[in-house]
């Protein structure tokens, strides 16, 4: 279980503003932070790591205490177990992928770990090579696997994945998810797309002006419910669902998510990641594929 305060005063492009936001995020679970930029989502992830000090504050992670500003204790972050993926990779140019990971190893620890993480992240072939020869995807997952290589008992992710394209976006959301439950890590993402939210965490905070507005499931967070009268958008299918007889479809429509009742017929004509065509005839929605 973790446990966070933070308040800290910070310059956005509307003037001065406060960051005071509470957190409480249990073991394994895997949160996504939501807002616009220059809200204090990244500025929060850098004092959950101890790479910034807030004015006030405090951080108990299973008991153990981080940081409380009160009692001026202050873990310096290589004592935090923490493993932070950057957007801009921060892999260390002069050093190899393998060596990349060994450096961030725990004193003493086993280097089996590397062997095993690179396996996993299925980076062997690559491993004798400088991050100068990797593509962005191959820079990522290496970024990735070097914060699991200090065995964290917190993830922060602070959108790693928006420099890439969509392709390789999804196949390494598939990647983060597959290695949060493999591992059992309690992860903070920050993102501002919302299927990357929808599919990555189960439960959403969102931060405006510097604090929490909404939190709960992202279905719940970003649901839209429509009024009568004809309508078209499009759309993406983020999720088909089996629902009694029917199948509930979760699509994203510009930043909200609706959900469409469907026949197993039309079920079977979509997949996820499908762009469609919402429309309506009077109070009855319906999904026409686009591609």
Known sequence: MIRARIKKRLHGAQGEFVLD???????????????????GKTTLLRCLAGLDLPEQGSLVVNGETWLDTAARINLAPQQRRVGYVFQDYALFPNMTVRGNLEFALRKGADKKRVDALL?????????????????????????????????PRLLLLDEPLSALDHEIRQRLQDEILRLQRHFGLTTLLVSHDVSEVYKLSRRVVVIENGRTVREGEPATVFGSSQSSGKFHFAGEVLAIEPADVVFAVSVLVGNQIVRIIATADEAAKLRVGSRVMLLSKAFNPMLQVVE
Do not use: N, T, W, Y
């Open 21 to 39: 936001v509470s957190l409480e995020v249990g073991e394994g679970e895997f949160v996504a932070l939501f807002g616009p930029s220059g809200v």
């Open 119 to 151: 396996d996993l992240m299925e980076l062997g072939e690559l491993q004798h090579r400088k991050p100068d020869a990797l593509s962005g995807g191959q820079k990522q997952r290496v970024a990735l696997a070097r914060a699991l290589a200090s065995e």
